[in-house]
Each structure stands twice: as structure tokens, then as C-alpha cells.
């Protein structure tokens, strides 16, 4: 692809907190809060893991370890994003957040997940459709 020219858009995400929009990229680490960002996504993954979620590897497309897709999983940018909502906004708060692609069925789960455990209403903006996460569910009712 890059000898013709084509370049794939890397993925990222987008959200607003007291008039300043804030950018996450995939494993970035350059917000001011990335360690605190980080640290949540851990919480939030012990979590779900104990409510039965398995992080869905195979939509990782390089060749490298199930542990390193995983790893990789876990820090997209919306999920980034939201950890970064949860930090900053009160409890009930609803998060809002705009993504340039379209959202993996990992993310898909795990922000279902993150809705029930949190108890906040998570409206994801993809290059698709809005997603409204509410109680362990989607109002796509699973269909993007």
C-alpha cells in the first residue's frame, strides 16, 4: 500500500472537557493524566474480567502474540478517551466521545461493559453511527 501512496488513518478519538478538546491515539501516553489514564484502564479491565470479558484478540491484524494484541486492545483510543472522561467528570456524568473510524467489536464489548460497571450513559460517535452504551447495552443492539 505505501509504495502506491495509500496510507492507513490511524485511529483516534476525541473528547471535550471544559472547553478543550482533548485527542487519544492509540497506546498514547502523551496527556498530561496517562498514568492516571492507564491506571484506571487496569481497574476497569480487572473488572470486566470478572464479569466474563475476554478481549477479542483476533481483531488485532499483525503477527504477534495473543498477549501483545491484548495489550494493544486495551489501549485504543476510545477506551483511552473514556478512562480520561471517568476521571475527570462526577458520577451519573454522561460521556461523550467521537472517533474517526469505526469501532472495534472488542471496544464494542468492553464499553458495554464499562457502562454497567460505571453506571454512566457512554455515547460513542464513530464514522458509522452514534452508539448509546446504557446498562451493559448498545442501542444498535449489537449491529454496526
Not at 473514556?82 to 464494542?108: M, Q, W, Y
Amino acid at each position: 500500500m505505501k509504495a502506491k501512496g495509500v496510507e492507513k488513518v490511524p485511529a483516534c478519538s476525541w473528547v471535550e472537557f471544559e472547553g478543550k478538546v482533548h485527542e487519544f491515539r492509540v497506546g498514547d501516553k502523551s496527556h498530561p493524566l496517562s498514568d492516571q489514564i492507564y491506571k484506571k484502564l487496569d481497574e476497569l479491565g480487572l473488572e470486566m474480567k470478572t464479569m466474563g470479558y475476554e478481549p477479542t484478540t483476533e481483531v488485532v491484524m499483525f503477527d504477534v502474540e495473543d498477549e501483545e494484541k491484548e495489550h494493544t486492545l486495551v489501549h485504543h483510543s476510545e477506551k483511552l478517551a473514556i478512562a480520561f472522561n471517568l476521571l475527570v467528570t462526577g458520577p451519573g456524568e454522561t460521556i461523550r466521545v467521537t472517533k474517526n473510524l469505526r469501532v472495534c467489536s472488542d471496544c464494542h464489548t468492553a464499553i458495554k461493559l464499562v457502562s454497567r460497571i460505571t453506571h454512566r450513559e457512554i455515547i460513542v460517535r464513530d464514522n458509522n453511527r452514534f452508539h448509546c452504551f446504557r446498562d451493559g447495552s448498545c442501542s444498535c443492539n449489537d449491529y454496526w
